[in-house]
């Protein structure tokens, strides 16, 4: 009995190098699995907890899920590496581009106006947009870059002149400027186009609002607005 023993002691410390195959008989990892489709509609592998709940699929065509993780939009991780849900995670995104509508009629002189604009792309969970105001949902630090130019040909013969371009918070009932451009019209300038841009901390229910104040009347003719958020 001892010379039996012996042997099998001495195997059992032995360290044991292999590969395991799954669906097939040539392993070409340590362990390989081989789906026995390609369509969505059945698993390659499946991972369970002790209630046998699903925690993680690996369908046969690829798709995998993570069942903690099913509603998040957006994937990010903590401090100690463990997946979290991206959204509260300060990941800059873009959360809205917007394309400015054209003047249909002369915007008066030393009037100031607020362009109106097209959302292209707008996320909800961030901001909501109507006429001309983006209100904050999300409270963060919001980059804004707004692109403009305008038609300054009318009345002529046109003279001097000059423009300031806007981007304003209101907060609590009050407008304020975060940046402007302001710059002279030559005579018989026929378009005047300007890049302005600013990042600011906005609370939940603040507005971003784009303006125009010109001495001469303008119409606008194209715009495009870009914010994108930076988190808290």
């Known amino acids: 009995m001892k010379k039996l023993l012996l042997p099998i002691v001495l195997l059992a ?21 081989v ?16 209630t046998n709940k699903e925690l993680l699929s690996v369908s046969d065509d690829g798709s995998v899920r993570l069942e903690n993780y099913k509603n998040f939009s957006l994937l990010g991780t903590d ?10 995670a300060s990941i800059p995104s873009i959360v809205g581009i917007a394309t400015g509508i054209a003047s249909t009629a002369d915007i008066s002189a030393n009037t100031e106006v607020k362009y109106t604009f097209t959302t292209n792309k707008i996320n909800s969970a961030n901001l909501s947009y109507s006429a001309g105001n983006f209100t904050v949902l999300k409270a963060g630090y919001y980059g804004i870059s707004l692109y403009t130019k305008k038609d300054v040909s009318m009345n002529s013969p046109t003279t001097g002149g ?12 009050t407008t304020t400027e975060l940046s402007v451009n302001q710059s002279s019209l030559s005579d018989n300038l026929t378009f005047e186009a300007n890049t302005i841009g600013v990042t600011a901390y906005f609370n939940v229910g603040e ?24 988190g808290t």
């Open 207 to 230: 507005i971003i609002s784009c303006r125009a104040n010109y001495t001469r009347p303008h119409r606008l003719t194209t715009a495009s607005l870009s914010i994108v958020y930076y």
């Open 79 to 88: 401090a100690n590496g463990n997946l979290v849900n991206g959204t509260t």
């Open 35 to 50: 789906s026995k489709g390609a369509t969505s509609a059945t698993k390659a592998l499946e991972i369970n907890d002790s």
């Open 13 to 33: 410390s032995l360290n044991v190098y292999s590969q395991v195959g799954m669906n097939t008989t040539t392993p070409s990892a340590t362990v390989d699995i």
């Open 162 to 173: 000059t423009v300031q371009t806007f981007i304003k918070k209101t907060a609590s009932g």
